[in-house]
C-alpha cells in the first residue's frame, strides 16, 4: 500500500509534467525519410543566374520589405534552432517569436523542423540529440546554424556549446530531424571542405541566450 508521501511525490510530479512545455516527438518513416533527405538542403539548392544577381546587387545597409519578401526568402538562409524555456506556455513565446523572422522575410523551410514542422526545441529535449542535429543540419545544408535559447533554453543554448568545446568528449553522434533517431554515426563530411570530421569541435556563427523580463 503506497504512503502519503509516495503519492504526493507522485501528483507533484504529474503536475511538473502537465506543466512543461514538451513536444512528444514522432519521426517519419524510413523510407519517407530518406525521399526527403534526397531533395533536402544542398540537393535542391540551386539559385538561377538572375536570383544570384538581385541577391549581390542588394545594399546590405538599405535592405527593404519589398527585399526580404521577394528575394532573400527565396534564397538558402542559415539554421536558426530555437529553443524555448520550461514552464508552460512559455513556449509560445518562442513560436511567435520564430513566426516574428518568416514575418520579417526569413526563410521558413530554415526555421521549421522537416520531421514534424515544428518551430522550436524544448529545453528539457537531451543536449546530445540537439548537438546532433545541428551536425546533420550543417552537413546537409551547407551553412552553419545558429542558435537562440530563451530563458531555461538560454541555458540548454549553453550546454550545447559546452558539449562541442569538449575535446575528450568524443561520444557525440549524428541525429536525423526526420526520424528523430540517431543515426549512429559520429562524424560528418564538411560541406565547405570535403572533409570527414567529428561532430565534436563544430562551430556556430551566433549563439544567444534571451532571458524573462518582468
Not at 525521399?35 to 544570384?52: D, N
Not at 512559455?90 to 517569436?97: K, N
Request: with cysteine; proline share 6%; net charge neutral.
Amino acid at each position: 500500500m503506497k504512503t502519503f508521501s509516495t503519492w504526493m511525490l507522485m501528483l507533484g510530479a504529474v503536475g511538473w509534467l502537465g506543466g512543461c512545455a514538451l513536444y512528444d516527438r514522432h519521426g517519419l518513416s524510413a523510407a519517407r525519410a530518406l525521399a526527403i533527405e534526397k531533395e533536402f538542403g544542398l540537393a535542391k539548392y540551386a539559385l538561377t543566374p538572375a536570383a544570384e544577381e538581385k541577391i549581390l546587387a542588394l545594399n546590405p545597409e538599405h535592405v527593404s520589405a519589398s527585399d526580404l519578401k521577394l528575394v532573400l526568402a527565396h534564397a538558402p538562409a542559415p539554421r536558426i534552432i530555437n529553443i524555448h524555456g520550461g514552464i508552460y506556455p512559455v513556449h509560445r513565446q518562442m513560436i511567435s517569436f520564430s513566426k516574428f523572422l518568416v514575418g520579417m522575410g526569413y526563410p521558413e523551410a530554415s526555421i521549421r523542423n522537416p520531421g514534424d514542422a515544428t518551430w522550436t526545441f524544448s529545453c528539457y529535449e537531451d543536449t546530445d540529440m540537439i548537438a546532433g542535429m545541428i551536425a546533420w543540419y550543417y552537413e546537409k545544408e551547407g551553412m552553419r546554424p545558429m542558435m537562440i535559447g530563451h530563458s531555461q533554453g538560454g541555458m540548454q543554448v549553453v550546454r550545447i556549446l559546452d558539449k562541442f568545446a569538449d575535446p575528450d568528449t568524443n561520444s557525440l553522434e549524428v541525429w536525423s530531424p526526420l526520424t528523430w533517431q540517431s543515426e549512429l554515426r559520429r562524424k560528418i563530411t564538411d560541406p565547405l571542405t570535403g572533409q570527414v570530421r567529428p561532430v565534436v569541435g563544430l562551430q556556430l556563427p551566433y549563439v544567444a541566450a534571451m532571458g524573462v523580463a518582468d
